[in-house]
């Protein structure tokens, strides 16, 4: 069975840092671009990242760009969302999304279990 599940949110401090886990099982993430998304509550879902199957490449919605950064090791099969610099407007719950080839073109077609990530003083 294909599963992806992120992990790692938690309840931090405005300028403070997390790391997501995105772990894939039943499926290699070697051949395939992961994006993450976030939802906040009343929002729609919106994709703020993403990276290519090699790590070469990689995307940033302008609100995050300098402060989120993605990376991935195939060899664990898992990516990676680092988070610096977190601030209230940050708050929702995080996604990663398998897309359907190597680069990041859009078409997801699997969205994991999400983890909340809460920024509050």
């Known amino acids: 069975q294909l599963q992806l599940v992120a992990s790692g949110g938690g309840l931090v401090q405005p300028g403070g840092s997390l790391r997501l886990s995105c772990a894939a099982s039943?499926?290699?993430?070697?051949?395939?671009?992961i994006g993450w998304f976030r939802q906040a509550p009343g929002k729609e879902r919106e994709e703020i990242s993403c990276i290519s199957s090699s790590g070469d490449s990689t995307k940033y919605v302008s609100s995050v760009k300098g402060r989120f950064t993605t990376s991935r090791d195939n060899a664990k099969n898992t990516v990676y969302l680092q988070m610096n610099s977190l601030k209230p407007e940050d708050t929702a719950v995080y996604y990663c999304?398998?897309?359907?080839?190597?680069?990041?073109?859009?078409?997801?077609?699997?969205w994991g279990q999400g983890t909340q990530v809460t920024v509050s003083s």
């Open positions: 999304a398998k897309g359907p080839s190597r680069l990041c073109v859009g078409g997801y077609d699997y």
């Open positions: 039943g499926f290699t993430l070697d051949y395939y671009a």
